[in-house]
């Protein structure tokens, strides 16, 4: 099959629309439900993304996407006892696979609702059995077990969108694409990110640790399929913070490391021992969870909201216990898909726990940017490579 009609393009009344190949077969099949436009845009986005992350680590990876940007990106490094927990995870049957996803989904769970999901290894039964729970649009694998594909396909009373892809399938070297009647053309960005990219290091800290050289490849292959002008924060092998679509840069990296921050403040204790009602639906929890960590939590107290989602009044995280939790954090990684233009983004990610940084490089300022990073003592590569997407 060379074309497939989809349910619309960007929006309903965009029909009819399709996709098609000039050369051969589509790369992919429909293994249950109707894709539409965006859900093929996210599904070919991100099984790049993945097979990248998998190629780069050797370990299974997943990504939640929306609207063509991640949510967030993951290998399938085992969860702690405190992920698990913060991520309603206890007790599940968790493979390498099924933990990449949760990781994944896990980043910026209120972005995630109704994502896309991809999966760079087979799809097992561990990882469909959790993907059941969630609000999710579809997923895109290069296999499924028998088992799973049970599973999801009793998903959204059974038009849940299961797609397969051609692992083998290589795209051409060119792309094109037709904007208000004109025909673009453009090289494929089939740039291979490594750790070679991570040896020009101008800054005074030249320390750059093994996990932190993964968390960077990480966060510059996320980066590759987001939405620019755009910043990725990463922890212990996944995204925890993805700030895309920003005009400026430096909104990038406080829409990131705003997200990182919620992600860390959902370890604290006061956040792990919120007294939820049991019938509280997953969605809500969610959402409760990132009004109590923000400063409109006391608009919720003054008005008893908070009945709608706890069995009795939670206890203030106060902006004091917020800073200080938050002060203790280290460790961090952040990639951005382009130049950091003034040191001001160093100011920023420094106050999120960034000790490690990979940037393009080559703005007239990098001596301002290297002399904040030297300020905070953070090792800073420069990649010499920009990685924009649209």
């Not at 990248?52 to 370990?59: F, N, R, V």
Request: proline share 4%; glycine share 6%.
């Amino acid at each position: 099959m060379n074309s497939l009609e989809l349910k619309y393009g960007c929006n309903p009344n965009q029909k009819p629309a399709k996709v098609f190949m000039q050369k051969g077969e589509l790369p992919f099949s429909v293994l249950n439900g109707h894709p539409g436009y965006i859900n093929l845009l996210d599904a070919f986005n991100s099984w790049q993304l993945v097979r990248e992350l998998k190629a780069a680590t050797g370990l299974p990876a997943a990504a939640s996407f929306k609207h063509v940007s991640p949510a967030g990106a993951a290998i399938g490094l085992p969860l702690s006892d405190l992920l698990k927990k913060m991520y309603f995870v206890e007790g599940l049957d968790i493979t390498p696979l099924a933990a990449a996803y949760i990781r994944a989904r896990g980043a910026d769970r209120m972005s995630s609702y109704g994502d896309f999901a991809a999966l760079s290894d087979e799809c097992d039964a561990a990882t469909a059995s959790y993907l059941a729970r969630e609000v999710s649009d579809g997923i895109i694998a290069p296999a499924y077990s028998k088992e799973a594909l049970a599973i999801l396909k009793k998903k959204r009373k059974g038009n849940y969108l299961i797609l397969q892809i051609d692992s083998s399938y290589i795209a051409p070297e060119f792309e094109t694409k037709e904007v208000f009647g004109v025909t673009f053309e453009q090289k494929r960005n089939n740039l291979q990110i490594d750790s070679t990219l991570l040896k020009n290091i101008p800054t005074d800290n030249k320390f750059l640790p093994q996990d932190a050289q993964r968390d960077l490849i990480i966060a510059l292959i996320t980066l590759k399929y987001t939405q620019s002008n755009s910043v990725c924060y990463t922890e212990n092998g996944q995204a925890i913070g993805i700030g895309a679509g920003q005009q400026s840069r430096v909104h990038c990296t406080r829409l990131a490391g705003n997200k990182a921050d919620t992600w860390h403040l959902r370890q604290h204790p006061k956040v792990l021992n919120l007294p939820f009602k049991k019938d509280i639906r997953r969605p809500d929890r969610d959402n409760a969870i990132d009004v109590y960590i923000s400063d409109e939590y006391m608009d919720l107290l003054g008005n008893d909201n908070w009945q709608y989602s706890f069995t009795k009044k939670p206890t203030i995280l106060t902006k004091d216990e917020k800073t200080e939790w938050l002060h203790h954090i280290s460790g961090v990684s952040l990639g951005s898909d382009a130049f950091f233009p003034f040191g001001d983004n160093i100011e920023r990610a420094h106050k999120s726990g960034v000790n490690y940084i990979a940037q393009s490089g080559g703005s007239i300022r990098d001596d301002n940017v290297i002399a904040t990073c030297n300020k905070y003592n953070i090792t800073m590569a420069m990649t010499g490579i920009r990685l924009f997407h649209h």
